[in-house]
Structure formats: structure tokens, C-alpha cells
T-cell receptor, first 115, second 111 residues
């Protein structure tokens, strides 16, 4: 199984600022995923990040709001830009289980509160 | 439009009894279903899955049942243990990396 860490684990931010969330995996993976879980809601895929290419965003999510970097096969960042209280969520990164494209490992999440 | 629904936000069960968590879906293209368990301050962890070619998959105390005609799946935990207390998410996909998650059911197993 993959071990995934995220930084920060939680943060409280002011409206209009930006926060960058880091995701580190203990093994090389092709695809990394970023999810959002708003209060009382399901996990929603934000984007897929492949090393060496632009991230692929899901409907309703745009690069200007959620820029993603994927500099190598073990690391990715998600930035939440120009935050508003509606961005208060848990943000999770995940990776595919090698050989099992239907199964994903999740990081512990970053709990973001925007005031 | 919520393609995967978990209509019970919470469930309480006595230790040793059976826990049944339900999940309904609307998209007939879904062909693989998964259950994840989530403890507070942790990410979801994979629990059990089932392919649409099966109607049952068992792993120890956990069994997932799939009723394709009803577009319904359920997770049975027997016997339930206090350590099973967590939020359970069902998820579905149609052969890609993209999961559609339900909103979760919080299970509390009472000692």
C-alpha cells in the first residue's frame, strides 16, 4: 500500500488569500488525484495530475482557482486561490493502487477553514 | 444530480449485531463499486469492492451485495465491533479512474 502525507493537516485562512497544500507519496505513481469534501457532502474529484503534463480538471473546477503542480512522480501541490468561506472543506489527495485501477489510496486530508 | 446516494446519514448498532449500510445509484454505466471507511482526521481507506458481474463479495466480517436491477448495493458487517465505528462511503465508477462518491453513513457501534 502507498503511504501518503499531506501538509498542512489543517489551516484557518482569511478571505482573499491563497493556500498551497502539499501531497507526498512514498512511491512513484503515475496519476495523483485531488478531491474536495465540503461539509456534509460527498468527496468530489477536483482534478487529475500527471507528471509532466497539465492537470485535467473536472467540470466546475478551473485552473485559475485551483492551480496544481506535479513536479515529479512522488509529489503534487494544490493551491486554493482567492479563498472565500465557500472553500472551507477537507482537501484530499489520492493515488491509484498499482495494478488495481479501481482502487485508490487517500491521504489524511487538509481541513481548511476560511473566515 | 447525485448519482450515488446514501440516504441514511447515521446508523447505530449494538456490538455483535449486524450492521447494514445501503447505497443507491442511478447511472447504469457503473460497473465497479467500492466501500471506503473513514475515521476522523484520516483519509478514507479501502474496505471492499464488487464488480457488476457479481452479486456478492465477502471478506471476513464484511460482505457487499449488489442488486443491479434495483441499482442498489449494501454493506453487511457481522458481527459489528466498536472499532467499526466510522463514516462509510460507497463509490462507483465506470472503468476509469473517476469515482463518484456517496455522502457517507456514520456508523456507531455501541458496546
Amino acid at each position: 500500500s502507498a503511504v501518503i502525507s499531506q501538509k498542512p493537516s489543517r489551516d484557518i485562512c482569511q478571505r482573499g488569500t491563497s493556500l498551497t497544500i502539499q501531497c507526498q507519496v512514498d512511491s512513484q505513481v503515475t496519476m495523483m488525484f485531488w478531491y474536495r469534501q465540503q461539509p456534509g457532502q460527498s468527496l468530489t474529484l477536483i482534478a487529475t495530475a500527471n507528471q509532466g503534463s497539465e492537470a485535467t480538471y473536472e467540470s466546475g473546477f478551473v485552473i485559475d482557482k485551483f492551480p496544481i503542480s506535479r513536479p515529479n512522480l512522488t509529489f503534487s501541490t494544490l493551491t486554493v486561490s482567492n479563498m472565500s468561506p465557500e472553500d472551507s472543506s477537507i482537501y484530499l489527495c489520492s493515488v491509484e493502487r498499482s495494478g488495481y485501477y479501481n482502487e485508490q489510496f487517500f491521504g489524511p486530508g487538509t481541513r481548511l477553514t476560511v473566515l | 444530480d447525485q448519482q450515488v446516494k446514501q440516504n441514511s446519514p447515521s446508523l447505530s448498532v449494538q456490538e455483535g449485531r449486524i450492521s447494514i449500510l445501503n447505497c443507491d445509484y442511478t447511472n447504469s454505466m457503473f460497473d465497479y463499486f467500492l466501500w471506503y471507511k473513514k475515521y476522523p482526521a484520516e483519509g478514507p481507506t479501502f474496505l471492499i469492492s464488487i464488480s457488476s458481474i457479481k452479486d456478492k463479495n465477502e471478506d471476513g466480517r464484511f460482505t457487499v451485495f449488489l442488486n443491479k436491477s434495483a441499482k442498489h448495493l449494501s454493506l453487511h458487517i457481522v458481527p459489528s465491533q466498536p472499532g467499526d465505528s466510522a463514516v462509510y462511503f460507497c463509490a462507483a465508477n465506470s472503468g476509469t479512474y473517476k469515482y463518484i462518491f456517496g455522502t457517507g453513513t456514520r456508523l456507531k457501534v455501541l458496546a
